[in-house]
């Protein structure tokens, strides 16, 4: 009865395609998201350079923590989290950049020390507790707004420079599924 069920799975491709969801690469992300109250800064911004290509929604503009490539569970991070009072963090926009090995994600770059502390503080946790290091050599927090190959970067106006605050505190696993949601205090 299994060899009968082996055959027809693979005569559906099935078996292949269980293959590759067990090679897929497991991941988590923690993110920082933006207030509500906030967002309308990054949206604004689309809409007034008439951005094209694949648009961050409202209520998805984040800067990343730590995106994490691993087979090992994120309990012991979300543990951590859950455990701990989670701050609000201030940073400041200061910039356009083409971001990815193509040039094809525009992001506005943030400038905060709290940022840099805090991404210090959770970097250093993972890899006391055996997670792998970054990818990146270094952290450059920003938001993305847009991807879109072949794009040219639009000019900075003094109206876009604002103080924006971070209290909404999410890790999603390799689907991008929620997995952990908190406020700061």
């Known amino acids: 009865m299994n060899n009968l069920r082996q055959i027809f799975k693979e ?3 099935l078996v ?16 920082l998201y933006v207030k509500k109250d906030e967002e309308n800064l990054f949206s604004d911004m689309q809409e007034e350079l008439d951005l094209k290509g694949e648009l961050v929604e409202s209520g998805s503009f984040h800067c990343t923590i730590r995106y994490v490539k691993t087979d090992k569970s994120p309990e012991k991070l979300l543990d951590y989290l859950k455990k701990h009072d989670l701050p609000t963090i201030k940073a400041k926009t200061t910039g356009f950049a083409l971001y990815g090995k193509e040039k094809e994600t525009l992001v506005v770059e943030l400038d905060s020390k709290e ?6 503080k959770i970097n250093k ?17 920003h938001i993305s707004l847009t991807e879109l190959k072949n794009m040219d970067k639009p000019e900075w106006k003094k109206d876009y420079e604002k103080e924006i605050t971070f209290s909404l505190h999410i890790v999603t ?3 991008y599924e929620e997995i952990f949601r908190k406020s700061s205090k």
């Open 125 to 141: 946790f993972l890899l006391e507790n055996d997670y792998p290091k970054s990818d990146f050599d270094s952290f450059k927090p």
């Open 11 to 13: 005569s559906l491709g």
């Open 115 to 120: 940022l840099h502390e805090y991404f210090e």
């Open 173 to 175: 696993n390799t689907d």
């Open 16 to 31: 292949e395609a269980e293959k590759k969801e067990e090679e897929k690469q497991k991941t988590f992300c923690y993110m």
